[in-house]
């Protein structure tokens, strides 16, 4: 009986070890982020948004998850590739708030930003609703 929990335990602990990395947030504000210059804070931005569109496509797991935990009834090794901490998703939500917070700072700040993208960005559940929406009238303007 021992010898079972033994090997249950470390089974989970290995399992949980293989679930996915970490996530690494920016913080939302940074110690002297209102002293920043205008050019400052715009360079910040557009670094942001460049990131978050490298990271934007990894953020739904949903698919792969799927297929993994699928197979892995049949085999137990695809479960070893689930990523359960979402830490793309965590990152980007991150992202998306320091971004928005920034864009507040240089608004505050009455910075010209005609040169960026400087509207605020919707969470992501937000912006797959609207893209749902959107279809749903695309489809019903087409039939």
Do not use: W, Y
Request: charged share 25%; aromatic share 6%.
């Amino acid at each position: 009986m021992r010898g079972l929990l033994c090997i249950v335990l470390s089974f989970a602990v290995f399992l949980g070890g293989c679930m996915g990395r970490e996530p690494n947030p920016v913080p939302l504000t940074k110690p002297g982020d209102e002293s920043r210059s205008c050019d400052s804070l715009k360079t910040e931005v557009v670094q942001l948004q460049k990131e978050m569109l490298e990271i934007l496509p990894k953020t739904d797991k949903f698919g792969t998850n799927a297929v993994f935990a699928t197979t892995g009834v049949l085999l137990i090794v695809p479960f070893f590739f689930m990523d359960l901490k979402d830490a793309e998703g965590i990152e980007f939500e991150a992202m998306r708030q320091r971004n928005n917070h920034l864009l507040e700072l240089l608004k505050n700040k009455q910075c010209d930003v005609s040169d960026i993208m400087a509207q605020p960005i919707p969470p992501l559940e937000q912006q797959k609703k609207e893209v749902e929406e959107m279809l749903k009238q695309r489809n019903a303007a087409g039939k």
